[in-house]
């Protein structure tokens, strides 16, 4: 397969100030799972039919995290979520553009991250809804609700997690740890060795929060290594 990789400039970084943002990157409308798991491997994600990996000058703060499922185990805090989520109903469904996810998605960006402007119906379908590798979107809803929606990407030997959104009403049951909870026992059930959980930033609050999952294992100069430290809640 032949693809035509570009360097890009994305503006400010996503998850630490005062720093630029730039990727490498290339587009393709479809790759199997087993290609884009190597990718994986070796630290690119994707968002929508873009594939890409960090490449900034001087920084090498995102690393890639990733959940064995032999081993992993819920702190008592995040039984906790579990717990207080059972009343959930959990939907495997293909990914595709729905009014009701939409809206969701909006308000959550709204709300939980401060965006003044909408997206475009069109940018959230481009994003989320056009799957290029396997994939499958999980709905949460309460008495019919829905209250979050993960899309996760099904590979040979893991599930690969893209993005989660939440309404911002149902804060205090902690649906972004439920939903990790949610993405491992998928994966265990697969019968695959990883969960992906993307980038593990230290000093982003955005990101920094994967590390109370574990054990965990962290890619390190291009080897995926044990972590030493766990937050547990």
Known sequence: ??????????GSCPYLEQRTWITQAFRARRLSGELYEQLVLQGWRRSGEVFYRNACCGCSACIPLRLPTATFSPTKSQRRV???????TVALEAPRYTEEAYELYSEYQRRH??????????????????????????SYRLA????????????????????FAFHPDYAERSLGTYSVLREAELAAQRRNRYLHLGFYVAGSPKMAYKARFGPNELLLDGVWQASRSRHAQ
């Open 144 to 163: 019919g609700r829905l209250v979050g929606v993960g899309w996760v990407d099904l590979l040979p030997d893991s599930v690969s997690s893209v993005y």
């Open 113 to 138: 991250h401060g965006r003044t402007q909408q997206d475009p119906e069109t940018a959230f379908e481009e994003f989320l809804c056009r799957a290029p590798v396997p994939s499958t979107m999980m």
């Open 1 to 10: 397969m032949q693809v035509m990789l570009t360097e890009l400039t994305n």
């Open 82 to 88: 579990a717990r207080r989520n059972r009343d959930l």
